[in-house]
């Protein structure tokens, strides 16, 4: 089935510098979603992607679909503290669109 | 309301106890969900349930029996489960609709521990 590939694995990041978080499928995809899951805490839906080279922003977060729909980024500027935590991006399953996660990407910032 | 509870937040069994996690969410989804999440991994899906009827089971072992009483709760049943099992149980709620164009609201998750 379709599954959805991320990377990095981790991201160590200097508090005050940028980041990005890339996702792709090797399948087109409906839309993407990306979920944020702090440290003992549980997924928290970000926002959602549906058009082909969509980019939504939410204050210091970056999002972008690809044109082809196979890929999204996620980009964050300035990193503080308050954004530890894993970042999944997730697409619909090609058979039955239930959402499959990307591994995630476990950010840690320095002080 | 735009929340999904889920109870107990811990749970500690034997590998011959027989117990229930629960959820429940009042935001009119009919789409419920229950994930297994391991350390440092992504959520994997175990049951989907659709207007209150199993629509997808992931080969999940019996020991595992999902339930959905009405639209707003969802119970997991665990008997003899392994020490394997022991992993962050999380619900989670959407709106239904074709090609999986809704976010998830999940629960805050059961983290379980079978001893």
């Known amino acids: 089935g379709q599954q959805v590939m991320q990377i990095p694995q981790y991201q160590h990041v200097q508090e005050g510098e940028d980041f990005t978080t890339y996702c792709n499928s090797s399948t087109t995809l409906s839309n993407i979603q990306w979920y944020k899951q702090r440290p003992g805490g549980h997924p928290v839906f970000l926002i959602q992607l549906v058009k082909s080279g969509e980019v939504k922003k939410q204050k210091r977060l970056t999002f972008q679909f690809g044109e082809a729909k196979k890929n999204s980024s996620l980009h964050i500027t300035a990193t503080q503290t308050t954004d530890v935590g894993t970042y999944f991006c997730?697409?619909?399953?090609?058979?039955?669109?239930?959402?499959?996660f990307g591994a995630g990407t476990t950010v840690t910032v320095r002080a | 309301d735009t929340e999904v509870t889920q109870t107990p937040k811990h749970l500690v069994m034997g590998m011959t106890n027989k117990k229930s996690l629960k959820c429940e969410q009042h935001?009119?989804?009919?789409?419920m969900y229950w994930y297994k999440q391991k350390a440092k991994k992504p959520p994997e899906l175990m049951f989907v349930y659709s207007y209150e009827k199993l629509s997808i089971n992931e080969s999940v072992p019996s020991r595992f029996s999902p339930e959905c009483p009405n639209s707003s709760l969802l119970n997991l049943h665990l008997h003899a489960l392994q020490p394997e099992d022991s992993a962050l149980y999380l619900c989670?709620?959407?709106?239904?609709?074709?090609?999986?164009?809704?976010?998830?609201?999940f629960g805050s998750g059961t983290r379980l521990t079978v001893v």
């Open positions: 935001m009119g989804h009919r789409a």
């Open positions: 997730a697409g619909p399953r090609s058979n039955d669109y239930k959402l499959s």
């Open positions: 989670a709620s959407s709106q239904e609709g074709q090609g999986g164009n809704y976010g998830y609201t």
